[in-house]
Structure formats: C-alpha cells, structure tokens
C-alpha cells in the first residue's frame, strides 16, 4: 500500500482523550507538533518525528528525529507537521490535539482541513468531544451508525450545489453562503447519509462520541464521487 492510501497523524498541544489515542498501522507515519510529544507519550506512542519551536512543551525533546522550528514564522507548528507529511507522500491526514485552548489555533486548525484539500489530501480534526472534515468539489457518506448532530458550513463565499440527503433537515442543490450558518445542527437519523458540494468547499462538524476509528475507514471520499 502506498503512502497516498496510509495515514499521517498530526497531534497537536492539547491532551488526548484515551479513544483518540492513536494506534499506527505498520506504513503510517506520527509527527508530534510541539507539546503534542508529551501527549503521545502519555499513551505511550513514540512520534517518527518531532517538529516545533516547543514554547508550549518547554523544552527540546530528547527523540532522534527532531526539527527545532523558530518561534517567529510563518507556518504555526502544525502547518509545518502537515506539509512534512505531504513531502513524505501522505494524503491522508488525522489532526488530533488541535481543538480547545485558544481560539485562533482552533480556527486555524480548522482551515487547514480546507487547506489540505487544495492539495491533492484530505483531513479529520478530533478532539474535545468534536469531529470536522472539510470537503471540495466532492462528497462524503457517512455510515448508518453515526448519530447525533451534524453542522455543515460554507467555509467562505459561496458553495453551490450543496446537497443533503439521508439527514432530518436535507437540501438539494443548494446555494449555500459562507455569511450565514444555516447548517448548523442537522442529525442523522441512523441511516446512510452523504453531503456533496459541486463547486465550492464545505466545513463538516460533528459530535465525536469515542467511536472516531472504528467510523474513520467508512468516511476517507471516494475520488469516484467528486463532483464535475
């Protein structure tokens, strides 16, 4: 299996739940972005590379494989992690670690979901309790098991042909704005559900109930969905 079909986790600064533990298969790839290496090595999982300017862990850790970034630039220790990833072949990402504490990290955090998407990759953020993706000219199904809420936003400017199927609130081909948040808490209603946008980019949130790897292999698109 190539790297384009293995996963690069990403952990961030905040702790880890023990559900969201990371557990790497044989070919995928754990990069720590600053004191995201402590928070691997709560559980006991070793990061292949260590990357920041470590302000929030404090000190240089002791590990083979580190990249000691400067505190002032321009890509936040994360985004340097994510393009490490994209160098070494991985398009698809796992974010962990990246939502809570301060806002302008979890907002940023959510933006490279959009981000990744406009290379060729795809991403899941998850922690404090939340999932989120972030879709392009595509579609995602969602597995019948999933329950609860679902947001879906307009990620900026206008994402056309946005439609729902399979939730309680649904929309077909619609024209949805990034100036205002009318998907905000739709449910699933434990059938297959699929979101798809024919032009534009959509942010998916949705509640993470301890269940997010047994849920991951159903969720990664299928590039035979995209959207012309």
Same mark, same amino acid.
């Given at each position: 299996m190539?790297n384009?079909?293995?996963?690069?986790y990403?952990?961030?600064?905040?702790?880890?739940?023990?559900?969201?533990r990371?557990?790497?298969?044989p070919?995928?790839? %754990?990069?720590?972005?600053?004191?995201?290496y402590d928070?691997l090595?709560?559980?006991?999982v070793t990061?292949?590379l260590v990357?920041g300017?470590f302000d929030?862990?404090?000190?240089?850790?002791?590990h083979?494989?580190?990249?000691q970034?400067?505190?002032?630039?321009?890509?936040t220790d994360?985004?340097?992690?994510l393009?490490k990833?994209?160098?070494?072949?991985?398009?698809?990402f796992? &974010?962990?670690g990246?939502?809570?504490g301060?806002l302008e990290?979890?907002?940023?955090?959510?933006q490279l979901l959009?981000?990744?998407?406009?290379?060729?990759?795809?991403?899941?953020?998850?922690g404090?309790?939340?999932?989120?993706? @972030?879709?392009?000219?595509?579609s995602?199904?969602f597995?019948?098991s999933m329950?609860g809420y679902?947001?879906?936003?307009?990620?900026?400017g206008t994402?056309?042909g946005v439609?729902l199927?399979?939730?309680?609130?649904? &929309?077909?081909?619609?024209?949805?704005?990034?100036s205002?948040?009318?998907? %905000?808490?739709?449910?699933?209603?434990?059938?297959e559900?699929?979101?798809?946008?024919?032009h534009?980019?959509?942010l &998916?949130?949705?509640?993470?109930?301890?269940?997010?790897?047994?849920?991951l292999p159903?969720?990664w698109?299928?590039p @035979?969905?995209?959207?012309e």
């Open positions: 190539t384009n079909q293995r996963i690069c990403v952990v961030g600064a905040m702790s880890l739940s023990p559900s969201l990371p557990y790497p298969a070919g995928d790839y %754990v990069i720590a972005a600053d004191r995201g928070s090595m709560a559980y006991g990061p292949d990357v300017d929030s862990l404090g000190r240089t850790p002791s083979p494989n580190v990249i970034l400067p505190a002032e630039k321009d890509d994360m985004v340097y992690a393009r990833g994209l160098e070494l072949g991985y398009r698809r796992v &974010l962990l990246g939502v809570g301060r990290h979890t907002l940023g955090n959510l959009d981000w990744l998407t406009t290379q060729g990759a795809h991403g899941f953020l998850a404090e309790k939340t999932a989120a993706t @972030a879709l392009r000219n595509s995602l199904t597995p019948a329950s679902l947001s879906v936003f307009c990620n900026s994402a056309e439609t199927t399979g939730l309680k609130f649904p &929309l077909d081909q619609y024209q949805m704005e990034g205002f948040p009318i998907g %905000v808490s739709n449910e699933f209603l434990g059938t559900a699929t979101v798809s946008v024919r534009g980019s959509l &998916l949130l949705w509640e993470e109930s301890g269940n997010f790897y047994s849920q159903k969720l698109p299928n @035979a969905k995209s959207q």
